[in-house]
């Protein structure tokens, strides 16, 4: 059990599958809301013009040529699109945080299980070793080269085990 930045492997596992619960909620609730009236969307920037533009119609500052209904009833058209804008930018977020947390998980694995193969590959070093014993560690080694290839001299970093950073997926073999 690795400890990173004060979490363990298993507190983050736990942690992921919270972010994922709740991007799934938010998702459900984005999916089950009707999308915002046209007429808003026509104008829309951001959430928080479309707040300032309901606030100034109930204030009376702004009143639009193509008014339909009374200015509260845009307002609120205008409202119910920042809400859906927040709901949509909730959900972008929540999936982003689960991307990254996924990706810490499994770099975070590959680095415990490559401290392991490191100090099994110590143990050809000792004279003592059986030859069976040996041989499984050297198998295992032209296993980890064959799926991760050899690591470059120069360049960017794949990242740690060999996962690649962006995507948390293997590298791809190159050979």
């Not at 298993?10 to 942690?15: F, G, P, R």
């Not at 920037?45 to 639009?64: K, W």
């Amino acid at each position: 059990m690795q400890k990173t930045m004060g979490v363990t492997q298993e507190q983050a596992v736990a942690i992921a599958e919270l972010i994922k619960e709740q991007r799934d909620a938010a998702y459900a609730e984005l999916v089950e809301m009707p999308k915002p009236d046209p007429e808003v969307l026509a104008e829309f920037r951001t959430a928080s013009y479309a707040r300032r533009t309901a606030r100034r119609l109930r204030l009376g500052e702004f009143q639009p040529k193509s008014l339909t209904g009374t200015p509260e009833e845009l307002a609120q058209r205008y409202d119910y699109a920042a809400e859906y804008a927040d709901r949509v930018r909730d959900v972008r977020r929540l999936a982003k945080t689960y991307r990254k947390a996924q990706t810490h998980i499994t770099n975070e694995t590959f680095a415990e299980v490559r401290e392991v193969f490191h100090r099994m590959k110590e143990w050809l070093r000792d004279p003592n070793l059986d030859e069976v014993t040996a041989e499984n560690i050297l198998a295992l080694h032209r296993e980890r080269r064959r799926d991760l290839g050899r690591p470059k001299k120069k360049g960017p970093k794949i990242g740690e085990g060999g996962v690649l950073v962006a995507n948390g997926a293997p590298a791809r073999h190159r050979g």
